[in-house]
Structures are given as structure tokens and as C-alpha cells.
């Protein structure tokens, strides 16, 4: 079962925020390992109108055994600010976002990962559009017992934490990984297992290690670290989500210029893709330079490129030289 609930959404200035779900998998670890769909998506979570409470996102039958990752794919976010009556544009770096469980699923008994999303922290003013930075409290739990009441929301009245951690996603659509709390959770954070160099006590970027140690962490046999990212997108790959580029570090960066852009996103200098003035199907181009006409739009490589320091600004507008953006004065 998934939860999904909300905290500081009056410190926010959105009065509506809807992520519309897609198809949800778990990763089964140990024998067998692989990925389980708990759900073939088509929810809508209001975020701001939560006001504290939780819902449930998906409930389904699953194999008994431990999943230690839970991929997220998200289709839409519709979000409007207070002040306006238009919708916000909101770019998502990823289109499916991979969290790190550590959910024992056993037969008869009901096992739940709780998403708590920060409303406020989880996007990122870029002046004339925003970005999905998803800030999200992941816990895992096992033993629930629970009761949905008329409203439709739900109440857990029982289940022992196995794992708590914050998942702190960037402009990028990289994570950062802090554990809060759950009776594993020392081990999961001070994780070493030598045989197979997994060590995720220093360095809480990689969200593949951390599901390794999850595994470890439940009693499962490590096998050697594969050669993919979280999602399994080989190394030295581009995932069919767009710009992300599988490093030999087995962390995502986005990389537009090798990966390309979603339809009606522009490539920044940066590798990250913005919201653009381009129809679709004109995100390729030819030639080397500024395209004539149409500040900061530079053809690099093939793609198109928002490059603001060679190619100047739209009237009214101002360039912000870390990423080649113009944003609004």
C-alpha cells in the first residue's frame, strides 16, 4: 500500500498543486529480484488540500519478499498560485522518480510506504517557470493496520518503521539521501559490506547503493553491483527519461545535449531542459551558432540550446549566466 500525505502547504504560495501518477513499480530484492507493478497509475494527488491528511495512492497485491526501491512515474503537475488565476508552468526533470524502501512484505499481513511531500520546498522558482524538486519523507512500514474513512482519507493506527529517510531531489533531477529514523536505519547509514565495496556511510548520493544496503540491511545476499542506474538504465546510457544520462557512477545527470529534450523543452547550456518557445518537433537543428530572431536559442550539437551569454535576451528579460536562461527582469 502507498500513502501520500502533505506538510507546510500554508507556507506555500500555491492554492492548488495535482500530480497526476502513472504507473508505479516496487523492486523485489534478493531471489528473483526484480520490478513488481503495485500500480498501473492514472491518480491524481492534491497536495495543498491535503491540509495533513493522507491518502492512499495505491493499494495491491504483491509478491511476498523485501523491496528496497519504488519508482514513481509522474505524468502531469497542474499547479496555480494564489495570486493568479493562470496555471504555473512546471518543468520535472525526471519523469520517474526512484525511492529508496525497505518494505518486508509477508503473507496475510499489510506492509505501506509513506510519502510525506514538503509543499513548500518541493519546487524551485526559476522566475517565469518552476521546477519539480521533489522534497519527500519516505517511510517504510510493516504490521499497518489501517481504516479509510467516508472523506476518503486514511488513518494508520499500527505498523513498526523499518526505514525513514528524506529524499532531497535538485533542479536536475539528482537525490541526496539523509536517514531520519526506523529500526534499520543505523544499518542502512553505516551500511559496509566490503566484498562488494558498498559503503554508503560517506557519501548519500547514490540512491542504488542505499537500496543495496536496504537489501543487505533485511538479511539478503548481495549480489556484485550491477552496471545500470537505479531504474536499471545501463551505464553509459540515456534513459527514456529525457535529458537524464546513466554515469558510470551509476547516478543520473542530465545531459541534454546527448539525451535530447521531452516535446516543447528547450536544452540549456547546463544539460537541463526549460520550458521553450519551440513547436513541437523543432528541438533539432543545423549549423553551429545563435538561431536569428529567437533569443538566447543557439543550435549546438544538433539540439537546440538556451544560451543567453552568446545570444543575448527577448526585451524585458534578463540572462542568468549560471544556465544560459532568460528570466523575467
Known sequence: MIIVSSTNANATGYRNVTLTMGEISAYAAGVGAGWVIASTGNESVELVGLGGKSIILARNRVWVGKYTRLALRVDAIDAFWNSTSGKVPVYSPRQAYVLITMVPVSYGSTSAVELVFDVNRSFTDMGNYEIFTPYVEVRSLHNVQYIVREDGTVDVSAGAADLREMAVFNQTGSATWNVIGGSNGACVE?????????????????????AECASYCMGEHLPP???????????????????????SGRNYVADCRRCGCPE???????????????GPHEHTCSGSGCIA????????????????????????KTCRESDGVCVSS
Do not use: F
Open 190 to 210: 553505516n551500511c559496509s559490506y566490503s566484498s562488494n565495496s558498498i559503503n554508503c556511510g560517506s557519501s548519500h548520493a547514490n540512491p542504488l547503493c542505499h
Open 225 to 247: 553491483l550491477p552496471t545500470a542506474c537505479e531504474d536499471g538504465t545501463p551505464v553509459s546510457s540515456c534513459s527514456s527519461n529525457k535529458p537524464m544520462y546513466c554515469s
Open 264 to 278: 516543447n523543452y528547450d536544452c540549456t547550456s547546463s544539460g537541463t531542459c526549460t520550458p521553450g518557445a519551440a
Open 293 to 316: 530572431g529567437n533569443p538566447p536559442i543557439a543550435c549546438r550539437n544538433g539540439q537546440r540550446i538556451q544560451d543567453c551569454v552568446a545570444c543575448g535576451c527577448p526585451s524585458g
